[in-house]
């Protein structure tokens, strides 16, 4: 039986909730929108996992008929993200869809370049909402930018009608509704609602490591009443994932004093001014993780906080900074408990912080794994086979 570690005393104030929340229900918007004729809401199917908000209201988490609106960053440069994601689902036997119709989200437009305007936006979220409703399965978003960007698409929408009119007109040009989901679901609060699940097909000992958590800003401080907390995590002063999941498969959590702090990404400032994302990454974080925590591993949930944290550390360590934390998404150390192959499924060889000590501190032997990459990929070069696979979960393609 695993032992579940105690998160350390936070060290930020209490935090209770007010009897009233100061926020709008966003389910009787939406439910009236759509009894007007406005919006089409696509529910959760069921089953469905019920979680708590930060103002105590319900949200469902779909446990499968999942539609993965995958996210760029990911794809381009952390593969073993989305890997991760669907290898999870097939190792516990759940129906998903990985579209070929998604585009991106053009939240960088939004965010990085104020380049777009409210419709353009609007209408790329629900085309690809139309998108997955048309399929009859339900929208998870992998990346924390689309996710927070879809929630505010989502609150202009319930509350300007001239955008909502403006949009209408451009998905009749593409022959598609203007729908909205029940919830906006992140993966990760996915992945935190199934931990138990996944503690049960739990193969690796997690014990021995200690990690240190960052919350993405776009998850926990955009449309704040949208993410999950319980009082069993920080007395519900934090959200709720990553850490609960790392709490159910072993993973000593230990808390440090910049958690609040951005990975140092922030758009913008990652585009036109590098040199200070990667200075804040390791100043502000990477080191601060050191100095009070010493951990083996940091966990985030979003594509540019894992690229930020882990990419930053090589001008780190170039001026003798205190770095050489490897860098993981809450996905990929729940693949990895559960087994999967640290190089064909959670791909951390496009990792660029040294993760080889981690690896081995739970019992696994790298320069094995790396062998057993290497012979598929000969496979690929050879043509004996077309993708990478792992023989655990069917030989699906990785």
Known sequence: MIHLPVVNQARDRNFELPETPPTEDYHDILDQLEKDGEIIVQRVPEPYIEVKTKYGRTKKIPVERTWHHKSCGQCGH???????????????????????????????????????????????????????????????????????????????????????????????????KLVIPEEIVHYS???????????????????????????????????EEDAIYTPEIYGAQRTAIITGVLQKIGV?????????????????????????????AVQRKIEVMKEEANPDLVVTHDTGCVTTLDQSQFAGKAHDKKVGLPVLSDSQVAALALGAHPYLVLQMHWHNTDNKPFLEKIGIDPEEKWREFEEQVDKLKNGEQLYLTWDDVESVPV
């Open 189 to 223: 609060e996915w992945v935190y609602a199934m931990r138990d699940r996944i503690a049960e097909h739990q193969v690796m000992d997690m014990s021995p490591i200690t990690a240190t958590v960052h919350p993405a800003c776009h998850y926990h401080k955009l449309i």
């Open 252 to 280: 000593n959590v230990a808390d440090y004093s910049t958690w609040f702090d951005c990975c140092g990404f922030g758009f913008r400032h990652i585009l036109v001014s590098r040199d200070f994302s990667r200075s804040f």
């Open 78 to 176: 952390i593969p073993g993200y989305s890997t991760s994601i669907f290898w999870l689902n097939r190792k516990l036997g759940l129906d998903y869809i990985d579209p070929k119709d998604q585009t991106s989200c053009t939240a960088w437009n939004y965010y990085a370049s104020a380049t777009s305007n409210p419709a353009a936006q609007a209408a790329v979220a629900i085309r690809n909402f139309a998108a997955a409703y048309e399929t009859g399965y339900f929208p998870i978003i992998h990346c924390g930018t689309s996710f927070g960007h879809y929630k505010e698409v989502r609150q202009s929408l319930m509350h300007y009608p001239e955008l909502r009119a403006q949009v209408r007109k451009i998905m009749e040009k593409l022959g598609k």
